[in-house]
C-alpha cells in the first residue's frame, strides 16, 4: 500500500521546455490535488479534480494543465516552463466528505 | 490576500516543555481547521482537526484549540520531543453549500525546534 506516490523526484528543465508530473494513488479516494510550495508561501493549490472526467481551477493555476486519467491518475502539466515556477510540487488525494489529505512525497522542479 | 496566516516563522523550545503554535484566519466562512506537519524531503502529513462546532479537540500529546471569535487556532504539543522539530502548517477549508471539494487553504507554515 504505497499511500500517494509521485514522479520525478526531481527535475531541471530550461526555460520553454514542457514536462509532465505524475501522480497516483490507491487510496480509493475521489479527490485529488496539485499544490506548489514556495518559501514563505505556505501550500498553495493549483488545481483539483473532485472526481474522475472533472477538473478545477484552484487559488494558481495559470501556465499549468492537468488530466485526471482515471480515478489513481492525476497529473501535472507545464507545456512552456518559466522560472517562477521553479518549486516544490505536491500531489494530495481525499475524499469529499472528509478534509484529510494524503500528500506524496513532492517533485522539486527547478527552471533556469 | 492570506485567508490563513501564521504570523511566527519559527519557534524554538525545550524538550519537555510545552510548544504553542499560532493561526489566525479571515475568512468566517471556515469551518473546518487542520493541522499538517512536514518533514524535511517529505509530503506534509496530517495531525489534528477541529470542526467549528468545537473548541478543543485532543489527540496525545497535541491539542487544538479554535476560537472563533477572535479567528484564531493553536496547536499545543505537550511534552514537546525532539521527534516533533517540523515544519507545521494550519490548514482551512469551508463546506458551506457542499462545494469546498475538501479544497484546504494553508498558513504559510512555522518550523518547530525541540532541543534536547
Known amino acids: 500500500n504505497a499511500g500517494v506516490t509521485q514522479t520525478p523526484k526531481f527535475q531541471v528543465l530550461k526555460t520553454g521546455q514542457s514536462m509532465t508530473l505524475q501522480c497516483a494513488q490507491d487510496m480509493n479516494h475521489n479527490s485529488m490535488y496539485w499544490y506548489r510550495q514556495d518559501p514563505g508561501m505556505g501550500l498553495r493549490l493549483i488545481y483539483y479534480?473532485?472526481?474522475?472526467?472533472?477538473?478545477d481551477k484552484g487559488e494558481v493555476p495559470n501556465g499549468y494543465n492537468v488530466s485526471r486519467l482515471n480515478k489513481r491518475e492525476f497529473s501535472l502539466r507545464l507545456e512552456s516552463a518559466a522560472p517562477s515556477q521553479t518549486s516544490v510540487y505536491f500531489c494530495?488525494?481525499?475524499?469529499?466528505?472528509?478534509?484529510?489529505?494524503?500528500f506524496g512525497p513532492g517533485t522539486r522542479l527547478t527552471v533556469t | 490576500d492570506q485567508q490563513v496566516k501564521q504570523n511566527s516563522p519559527s519557534l524554538s523550545v525545550q524538550e519537555g516543555r510545552i510548544s504553542i503554535l499560532n493561526c489566525d484566519y479571515t475568512?468566517?466562512?471556515?469551518?473546518?481547521f487542520l493541522w499538517y506537519k512536514k518533514y524535511p524531503a517529505e509530503g506534509p502529513t496530517f495531525l489534528i482537526s477541529?470542526?467549528?462546532?468545537?473548541d478543543k479537540n485532543e489527540d496525545g500529546r497535541f491539542t487544538v484549540f479554535l476560537n472563533k471569535s477572535a479567528k484564531h487556532l493553536s496547536l499545543h504539543i505537550v511534552p514537546s520531543q525532539p521527534g516533533d522539530s517540523a515544519v507545521y502548517f494550519c490548514?482551512?477549508?469551508?463546506?458551506?453549500?457542499?462545494?469546498?471539494?475538501?479544497?484546504?487553504?494553508f498558513g504559510q507554515g512555522t518550523i518547530l525546534t525541540v532541543h534536547p
Open positions: 475568512n468566517s466562512m471556515f469551518d473546518y
Open positions: 477541529i470542526s467549528s462546532i468545537k
Open positions: 490548514a482551512a477549508t469551508s463546506n458551506a453549500g457542499g462545494t469546498s471539494y475538501g479544497k484546504l487553504t
Open positions: 479534480s473532485a472526481s474522475e472526467g472533472t477538473t
Open positions: 494530495a488525494a481525499g475524499g469529499l466528505r472528509s478534509y484529510e489529505q494524503y
